[in-house]
């Protein structure tokens, strides 16, 4: 018998292991089958090629542990998903290979224990930083299966093409890993993928963003037809779904979340048999409706949140019995919710918050679902009370049941749920008295608020008892006095009690509460005596102290407070100067309604970094002396500047068109002086949608092109949500998102009025008490989205320009007390919103049109043009049963945009202030989505 040398020491095992096979059932031998992940005696030791290609693949990289923090994601609800890589353990794996070791035994790496070759690489929270090349060294692995990059840091690299060589992958995961630009198209060659990631989420410069061409994620789509799991969260594809993604029958979870997604969503997606989680969330312009569900339905997760799908909630949504999340939270859902959805007894998150249901009550059936973790019916506008079998969901951790209009009083089952970590109850029509040392029984509260209620709250001395809380909302609860139990709160990250009955100063104790405090809002109280900038508070990033009695100054030490974010003091009597160092980051500064006085200094807009975040600036109401510093020019993203009602003197400030993001300039009743126009340094803001110049000395006349570059007010409204945003929401914090309602005046019937939260879609013009002359320019009858216009007494002439005809969505409209002639336009009776008209004391003649929206105002419109004749008027007109004449073919011709005279019926009459909007609830195409995203959020919003 021939002899035998055996040159690998493992052969003679392998052969071993391979005649014992034939001998062993499936069950009992399946350990010789299996890929091992690690190295072993029994297994082909990695080949040399594999080790070279790994180290290096190593020497690629520094070791540095990526800082996620400064990353976020742009959808609500993915705000703290950076913490997912603490999921993993973290520490970098590659550090740790050694050339004169096995690679197959190095930590991360799996091979073949055939082969020999590498087919698993899993290096994902592995320290790696640097840009990955499109000749990096992994690329030589032509045997890897399964990739996991995920959680390290490629420098904002562009995903190699390469990619696409490695045809036998099955798993790609590149999540979170700092990748940028265009995913390549070679991806969708991946034919054998079963698993791929490459969701990624955002740095504050959006430097990060993955993009996904329209075609790539079509072919992707048709290509992979073995697809299991599709995460795409957050990468920009910017296109509508494709039907044949329904085709994906081994789809089990889809994640598409922040994707620009649009157009409407295939429902067959939905009855997929094997699909058990869908997250489309965040995809606002997405439409859709839920499908019929049938018993067989496999899903467990369903989050639609914040997209556009609407229609009533199916019935047959009880079929998905397998069900544990249903988040539907901001969509446009109607009806009532089925009684079905309270019999899904797997579910343990329910979010249907802000939606558009009607009226309903919370049945008692809620206590059916006893695994619930998480309620949230914000916004859904149950009315009635809270029913007692809230107590059956032992389980619930967050109970959210916040803008409603919940009524009666809290039920007492509620201190029953051990549980609970966090209770929103605010802005409902609670009542009664609460013991506070009720919640002495809920050990695990972080989170309580109660606010805009009718409820009364009686602070019992039980501070020693309570529950730490983190997050304390008290506002409305008719508090007397700073609860004492605030004494043992060391763990306070935000506390509002605004709105409360509080006359006092503010004991000195109170601040030893401030160590760990980011918003403190004590507005809204009789708090009096002097006031002193706490140095215990360096770590608060929102203070409101706003419409108090408090008195003092701002020290020069407020520079130390470096987190400073909102700093609002308005309506107090505060005096002195301002610091010409302030919070290095602030966002809003408030101090409106003082006795601030001496000049704005122009260092604040200067040093530090306070010019790459200040967005709102209202100094009005105080007495400001000079002129504005023009160091506000560095202030790239001022979006507000409210000067009005100071002693300012200085000309028109031309350079402030450099600010890109102003929508907001009052500079009301100062002494600004001369033109607005110049023919060289041209008049154009192109986001502007509110400006107040009256009450001032400028002068001059405007050019008939004035207006035609105010590129905002030109824009028709679509109703789209960013519309109606407001200034001041800015941080998501602990679970909730806390918005400042910021409030200016505006100028009506002669008086002023308080509109709060300055909404972007209120736009207004107000440059009246000036010494204006010349025509009234025609162009401005290109500002179609103009709600307000004030043009009264300046020295304007001539006749009104028909083309105020065009403002289809104005308001009010004051042109009284110039020199204006001729005719009323018939044109103005196509403004079926206008509420408020004064054309009184010009020189204007002849009929005011009949049987128009004109004929809803009186006398005192009108008077003062002796020249005009009606029936509302002492001088009637001549033939008045003659017919209004239609504009002649020719007179179309020469109307502006072709807008031609069409009868229209009575208007309706309003006030205006809340007219300013709510005129168009009933009668404009704004009315939903205005009580969702205006009404629908109060001042503090629970999303």
Not at 247 to 262: D, P, V, Y
Not at 377 to 387: A, E, N
Not at 727 to 738: A, D, L, R, W
Not at 888 to 905: C, I, L, P, Y
Request: hydrophobic residues 35%; proline residues 5%.
């Amino acid at each position: 018998m021939k002899s035998i040398t055996y040159q690998n020491p493992y052969s003679l095992m392998f052969y071993f292991i391979l005649l014992a096979s034939l001998f062993c059932t499936n069950v009992s031998c399946s350990m010789y089958s299996n890929v091992s992940t690690t190295s072993s005696s029994l297994i082909t030791s990695c080949l040399p090629d594999q080790t070279t290609a790994l180290l290096q693949f190593k020497a690629e990289f520094a070791f540095i542990k990526p800082n996620f923090t400064s990353y976020y994601y742009d959808c609500p609800i993915y705000s703290n998903a950076y913490y997912d890589a603490d999921a993993y353990e973290s520490f970098p794996k590659m550090k740790f290979w050694k050339k004169e070791k096995d690679c197959c035994s190095w930590d991360g790496v799996t091979c073949n224990t055939k082969t020999g070759k590498v087919v698993g690489l899993d290096l994902s929270n592995s320290w790696l930083q640097g840009p990955l090349c499109s000749n990096s060294s992994v690329f030589k692995l032509h045997g890897l299966r399964r990739i996991n990059l995920s959680f390290n840091n490629f420098s904002f690299s562009t995903i190699p093409s390469e990619f696409g060589q490695l045809s036998r992958l099955t798993h790609l995961n590149l999540s979170y890993s700092m990748f940028s630009g265009h995913i390549p198209s070679e991806i969708s060659f991946l034919t054998h993928l079963v698993s791929l990631s490459l969701s990624s989420f955002l740095n504050y410069d959006a430097s990060s963003l993955l993009h996904l061409r329209r075609v790539d994620f079509t072919n992707l789509i048709q290509n992979m037809t073995n697809l299991r799991h599709l995460h795409l969260r957050q990468v920009d594809i910017s296109s509508s779904v494709p039907e044949f993604l329904a085709n994906l029958s081994f789809l089990t979870t889809l994640g598409l979340g922040g994707c620009n997604l649009h157009g409407k969503f295939p429902e067959n997606v939905f009855q997929l048999h094997k699909l058990e989680d869908i997250n489309v969330p965040c995809n606002y312009h997405l439409t859709g409706f839920l499908p019929e569900f049938q018993p067989s339905n496999s899903l467990r997760k369903v989050t639609l949140d914040h997209t556009n799908f609407s229609g009533k909630l199916p019935i047959s949504i009880g079929n998905l019995n397998s069900l544990t999340r249903l988040a539907l939270h901001e969509c446009n859902f109607v009806g009532t919710p089925p009684s079905s959805i309270w019999n899904l007894s797997q579910l343990t998150y329910l979010d249907l918050s802000s939606n558009l249901f009607s009226g309903q009550v919370l049945p008692s059936t809620l206590g059916n679902l006893s695994k619930l973790t998480n309620l949230l019916l914000r916004s859904c506008q149950f009315s009635g009370q809270i029913p007692s079998s809230l107590g059956n969901l032992t389980r619930l951790k967050v109970l959210g049941l916040s803008h409603n209009s919940f009524s009666g009083q809290i039920p007492w089952t509620m201190f029953k749920l051990a549980s609970l970590a966090s209770v929103h109850l605010g802005t409902n029509n609670l009542s009664g008295t609460i013991e506070f040392s009720n919640f002495c029984k809920l050990s695990k509260l972080q989170s309580l608020l109660l606010s805009f209620n009718s409820l009364s709250i009686t602070t019992a001395s039980t501070a020693s008892e309570l529950p730490k809380f983190r997050t304390l909302f008290l506002s409305l609860c008719n508090i007397g006095e700073f609860p004492e139990f605030l004494k043992t709160q060391d763990q306070l990250k935000a506390l509002d009690l605004s709105w409360n009955k509080i006359e006092s100063q503010i004991p000195k104790w109170f601040w030893a509460v401030g160590k760990n405090l980011e918003f403190l809002d004590l507005s809204g109280n009789k708090l009096h005596g002097l006031f002193t900038f706490p140095p215990l508070f360096m770590s608060i990033s929102y203070f409101f102290v706003s419409q108090n009695n408090l008195t003092g100054i701002i020290p020069p030490s407020i520079c130390k407070w470096t987190g400073l974010g909102v700093l609002d003091m308005s309506k107090n009597h505060f005096s002195g100067t301002i610091p010409r160092w302030l919070g290095s980051s602030l966002v809003i500064l408030n101090l409106q309604g003082n006795n601030f006085n001496g000049s704005i200094p122009h260092e604040i807009f200067t040093y530090g970094s306070m010019h790459d975040t200040l967005r709102v600036l209202d100094l009005s109401h105080n007495q400001f002396q000079g002129r504005i510093p023009q160091s506000l020019i560095n202030c790239s993203k001022l979006q507000v500047l409210n000067l009005g009602h100071n002693q300012l003197s200085d000309t028109f400030p031309f350079w402030l068109q450099s600010l890109p993001g102003l929508q907001v300039l009052v500079l009301r009743s100062n002494k600004f002086f001369g033109p607005i126009w110049h023919p060289i340094k041209y008049f154009g803001f192109a986001n502007l949608g509110t400006i107040d110049l009256s009450f001032n000395h400028f002068d001059g006349s405007l050019p008939s092109e004035y207006f035609r570059n105010w590129g905002y007010m030109s824009k028709a409204l679509d109703g789209n949500v960013s519309d109606m945003t407001y200034f001041g929401q800015y941080k998501e914090m602990t679970g909730y998102v806390v918005t400042h309602e910021y409030s200016m005046s505006v100028m009506n019937k002669g008086s002023e009025m308080e509109l709060r939260k300055a909404l972007k879609i209120f736009m207004s013009i107000d440059i009246s008490n000036n010494r204006f002359d010349g025509e009234i320019p025609s162009s401005i009858g290109k500002l179609q989205s103009l709600i307000m216009l004030n043009l009264s007494s300046n020295n304007f002439t001539g006749i009104i320009p028909s083309s105020l005809g065009n403002l289809s969505e104005l308001e009010s409209l004051d042109l009284s007390r110039n020199k204006l002639s001729g005719r009323i336009p018939q044109q103005l009776a196509n403004l079926t919103f206008l509420a408020y008209l004064n054309l009184s004391h010009n020189t204007l003649e002849g009929p005011v049109p009949q049987g128009t929206q004109l004929d809803t105002f009186s006398y005192s419109s009108f008077e003062g043009n002796p020249g005009l004749c009606g029936s509302q008027l002492p001088k009637k007109c001549k033939n008045t049963d003659t017919p209004i004449p239609f504009l002649s073919k020719d007179d179309e011709e020469e109307s502006e945009n072709g807008f031609t005279w069409k009868v229209v019926a009575m208007g309706y009459g309003c006030g205006f202030v809340v007219g300013a909007v709510i005129g168009h609830v009933t009668l404009s195409r704004r009315s939903s989505w205005f009580w969702r995203s205006f009404v629908g959020r109060y001042f503090y919003g629970l999303w």
